[in-house]
């Protein structure tokens, strides 16, 4: 009998540290958090690379307690059902925090500022005077009236430039697929580009909040360097594969690019002239932390106590309250007659349907059934087996 029938204590396993209060949604009365397991019901994770990570026969969510899922295989895991989550808009504050205090200190020179005064420790009462003897080195400019250019306005990207707007910048935001929530969010203030070139050529600080993927690899390159402003500041909290880094360190070598503000830095960045890099802090405060583990907790617990899913990255968000006295769910291909299939399975064992949900995503689908009949004895193993023989079928649960 597959373990997807057993009622029985789940485990979660954590690659990464998760927020105490996160794990705790965990009830001891039917979770252990076992980060030895192999076969794990459930993995919360953060940056850890999961591209060779084994996914054991039970998996079925991974919960990114975050939001940039490039660390973890989604396509693999749509094609065994697992479901992989994540936590819209739970750490969106934190990097925003983070990406306006970069802002103002770059372009204050303070880092450098900071870093320079230190090294005067041994110079005794000469300090207040080289003090102020060696302070022009660092004058910096006011961000007061000058551009922003914000690409992709989600979560971070419209609360950074609705901010930004605050401390008196103008905002030129660029985000084709820019959501109806965002939008209505998003101050009428925010100046929309049309193309991603117009926001090049106009903006003295350009910051990125989109994910990586295939389309926004290496978005920073020789060819849009050259659209932009002649010492042009860029500050990428997202992904450091945004950036082509031998143009980037061209660019910061020719000026072109004044300073590159990363929090993804490697050896070819510390080695680049006139970057700050940023030990991936954007989301490292203890509120952004707990907020995103708690959001993940109850999205893996729900969906292992009733299927249902919410803030899925590659199944579709389906609720059905739980109006039956068995659930079957059941992961398939998004092809024709699946439910028909399922149903007839369900009715050949004389069983009631009471209700049903079925929502596809591209070539998947999910689909609920709710059962109106106690299901036991050997018509449990059997209902199992039932569905989860049904060709195109990739995983099945009773609940
Ligand atoms: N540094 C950190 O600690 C940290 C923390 C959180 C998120 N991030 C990174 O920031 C990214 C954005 O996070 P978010 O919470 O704002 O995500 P989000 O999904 O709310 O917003 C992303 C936005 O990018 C837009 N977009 C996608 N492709 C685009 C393109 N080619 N051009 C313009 N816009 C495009 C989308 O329409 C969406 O509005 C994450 O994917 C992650 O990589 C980093
Ligand atoms: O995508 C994200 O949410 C961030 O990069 C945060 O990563 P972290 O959880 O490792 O701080």
């Known amino acids: 009998m597959s373990t997807s029938i057993l009622n029985k204590m789940k485990t979660i396993k954590t690659l990464n540290n998760i927020a105490e209060n996160g794990l705790k949604v965990f009830n001891k009365e039917n979770y252990v958090i076992d980060n030895d397991s192999d076969n794990p019901d459930a993995i919360v994770v953060r940056s850890f690379n999961m591209h060779q990570t084994p996914l054991g026969d039970d998996l079925k969510a991974i919960a990114r307690a975050g939001a940039g899922v490039n660390n973890i295989p989604v396509e693999k895991c749509t094609e065994q059902g697992i479901v992989v989550f994540n936590t819209p808009g739970a750490n969106a504050n934190a990097v925003k925090e983070m990406v306006l205090t970069c802002l103002m200190a770059s372009s204050r020179n303070l880092f450098d500022g900071v870093a320079w005064t230190k090294t005067l420790v041994n110079e005794g009462d000469q300090i207040p005077k080289l003090v102020e003897a060696g302070k022009k080195q660092f004058v910096g400019n006011e961000i007061k009236g000058k551009t922003l250019g914000v690409i992709g306005l989600g979560a971070i990207g419209a609360l950074v430039a609705n901010n930004a707007l605050d401390l008196d910048m103008d905002v030129i935001g660029f985000d084709p697929f820019i959501s109806v929530d965002t939008a209505w969010n998003l101050s009428r203030n925010v100046q929309r580009a049309m193309t991603i070139e117009e926001l090049f050529a106009s903006a003295d600080y350009i910051t990125v909040h989109v994910p990586l ?187």
Do not use: W
Request: net charge negative; with cysteine; hydrophobic share 40%.
């Open 213 to 399: 993927t295939n389309d926004t690899r290496g978005m920073f390159n020789q060819g849009t360097f050259s659209i932009m402003k002649q010492g042009v500041q860029i500050l990428n909290f997202s992904r450091g594969e945004l950036v082509n880094e031998t143009d980037m360190e061209q660019a910061l070598e020719n000026g072109k690019v004044g300073r590159y503000i990363t929090d993804f830095p490697n050896e070819a960045v510390l080695k680049m002239k006139n970057t700050i890099p940023v030990p991936h802090l954007g989301a490292s405060t203890a509120e952004s932390e707990e907020n995103c583990a708690i959001m993940a907790a109850r999205q893996v617990k729900d969906f292992l106590e009733t299927g249902n899913i919410k803030n899925s990255v590659n199944f579709p968000g389906v609720y059905l309250p739980y109006a039956g006295k068995q659930r079957v769910a059941a992961f398939h291909k998004n092809v024709p007659n699946m439910v028909g299939q399922m149903t007839l399975s369900i009715s050949s064992l004389g069983l009631n349907i009471a209700d049903m949900v079925n929502r596809s995503r591209g070539e998947y689908a999910y689909t609920m059934i709710d059962i109106d009949n106690e299901v036991t004895g050997d018509i449990l193993p059997a209902l199992y087996e039932k569905i989860a023989q049904i060709e195109g079928v990739v995983s099945t649960r009773l609940i």
